[in-house]
């Protein structure tokens, strides 16, 4: 099951480049300072040279080595704006705009991915959720296929087989209230994203009823949503709609569905809507003892991921090697 060591290997089998968009951040320092001392993830910090330069001293981290690009002395940037000018040609942004926006390091960062100088984008850790979404909407874009940018949480949690307990969570973070044709895409995007982890998926879209023991709007929707799934991803096991303990329990499973090849072994969950996601994995977080890695942003042309305020160097670490293996 699920361990770093994993992602790691996959990285050193194919380097990658990761931008940081908060390059004088002492959390991005350290996460930078370490990567360089293996030769799988080469960072690549967006600010200026010299601040950079002394924001490491100052904290104490050696980023020899590492790439530094400065918006307001990027020898590409003329490129770079004619590039978001058709980008963003449906809005008429002019070049002065598309310019004055890229001295903005989330958009800039994001421009860097674009243009294929790095590899994927790690951001946040001063700003919010939507400042790191927005310019990946726009410039990066959904993959084909796809209407909506989602998220995924991986929980891991150490065994007493010796092997992790991994599981996947979506949506907790990006969809408030995701229709039945969302919900599908997320399964299928939460799916994909739990095979890179080691996971071999079995999908639970959740309710508080299961296989129609109680009734309503929210159960019509998330049963609608299952069957879409079921028919859209034949080869993926899925049930729905489902309680989380005939979920997960087998013996729950054997009074409330038997015979069921989800129920009582899923682990890869869908939640109904984002209060029930995002309670749903802090209580695993908090009570059940799981590390929590995410959000993960699913569904994006590339590998975009967003921190949280609060996160420390470890996290920025984390999130760098996974951001990067999704690639």
Same mark, same amino acid.
């Given at each position: 099951?699920?361990?770093?060591?994993? $992602?790691?290997?996959?990285?050193?089998?194919?380097?990658?480049?990761?931008?940081?968009? &908060?390059?004088?951040? #002492?959390?991005?320092?350290?996460?930078?300072?370490?990567? +360089?001392?293996?030769?799988?993830?080469? *960072?690549? +910090?967006?600010?200026?040279?010299?601040?950079?330069?002394?924001?490491?001293? &100052?904290?104490?981290?050696?980023?020899?080595?590492?790439?530094?690009?400065?918006?307001?002395?990027?020898?590409?940037?003329?490129?770079?704006?004619?590039?978001?000018?058709?980008?963003?040609?449906?809005?008429?942004?002019? %070049?002065? &705009?598309?310019?004055?926006?890229?001295?903005?390091?989330?958009?800039?960062?994001?421009?860097?991915?674009?243009?294929?100088?790095?590899?994927?984008?790690?951001?946040?850790?001063?700003?919010?959720?939507?400042?790191?979404?927005? *310019?990946?909407?726009?410039?990066?874009?959904?993959?084909?296929?796809?209407?909506?940018?989602?998220? /995924?949480?991986? +929980?891991?949690?150490?065994?007493?087989?010796?092997?992790?307990?991994?599981?996947?969570?979506?949506? /907790?973070?990006?969809?408030?209230?995701?229709?039945?044709?969302?919900?599908?895409?997320?399964?299928?995007?939460?799916?994909? /994203?739990?095979?890179?982890?080691?996971?071999?998926?079995?999908?639970?879209?959740?309710?508080?009823?299961? $296989?129609?023991?109680?009734?309503?709007?929210?159960?019509?929707?998330?049963?609608?949503?299952?069957?879409?799934?079921?028919?859209?991803? *034949?080869?993926? *096991?899925?049930?729905?709609?489902?309680?989380?303990?005939?979920?997960?329990?087998?013996?729950?499973?054997?009074?409330?569905?038997?015979?069921?090849?989800?129920?009582?072994?899923?682990?890869?969950?869908?939640? %109904?809507?984002?209060?029930?996601?995002?309670?749903?994995?802090?209580?695993?977080?908090?009570?059940?003892?799981?590390?929590?890695?995410? #959000?993960? +942003?699913?569904?994006?042309?590339?590998?975009?991921?967003?921190?949280?305020?609060?996160?420390?160097?470890?996290?920025?670490?984390?999130?760098?090697?996974?951001?990067?293996? $999704?690639?």
């Amino acid at each position: 099951m699920f361990g770093f060591g994993q $992602l790691i290997d996959i990285l050193k089998k194919n380097p990658k480049k990761i931008v940081f968009t &908060e390059g004088t951040d #002492p959390r991005i320092l350290e996460a930078a300072s370490r990567l +360089l001392a293996g030769t799988f993830l080469s *960072p690549v +910090l967006v600010g200026n040279p010299d601040e950079v330069a002394k924001a490491a001293e &100052e904290s104490g981290f050696n980023i020899r080595g590492a790439e530094i690009i400065d918006p307001a002395n990027y020898d590409r940037m003329d490129e770079m704006v004619e590039m978001f000018c058709e980008l963003r040609k449906s809005k008429g942004v002019t %070049p002065e &705009e598309a310019r004055k926006t890229l001295f903005r390091a989330n958009y800039f960062g994001t421009m860097l991915v674009k243009m294929g100088v790095a590899h994927a984008l790690l951001g946040g850790a001063t700003y919010s959720t939507a400042d790191t979404v927005r *310019p990946a909407l726009q410039l990066i874009k959904t993959k084909p296929g796809n209407s909506i940018v989602s998220s /995924c949480f991986i +929980l891991v949690r150490p065994s007493a087989t010796g092997e992790n307990d991994v599981l996947a969570m979506a949506d /907790c973070a990006i969809n408030i209230k995701p229709t039945e044709d969302e919900l599908v895409e997320i399964a299928g995007e939460a799916a994909e /994203c739990a095979k890179i982890f080691g996971i071999d998926p079995k999908v639970a879209f959740l309710s508080y009823s299961t $296989l129609g023991s109680g009734k309503g709007e929210d159960v019509d929707k998330m049963r609608n949503a299952a069957t879409k799934a079921k028919a859209k991803y *034949p080869n993926l *096991p899925i049930e729905g709609e489902i309680q989380f303990d005939a979920a997960v329990s087998p013996r729950v499973a054997r009074t409330k569905c038997p015979d069921n090849p989800v129920a009582g072994y899923a682990n890869t969950f869908i939640f %109904p809507d984002i209060n029930a996601g995002n309670i749903g994995y802090k209580i695993a977080q908090r009570l059940g003892n799981f590390e929590a890695y995410g #959000p993960i +942003l699913l569904g994006l042309n590339a590998p975009i991921n967003d921190l949280s305020r609060g996160c420390n160097a470890a996290e920025v670490y984390s999130m760098a090697i996974i951001t990067a293996a $999704l690639a």
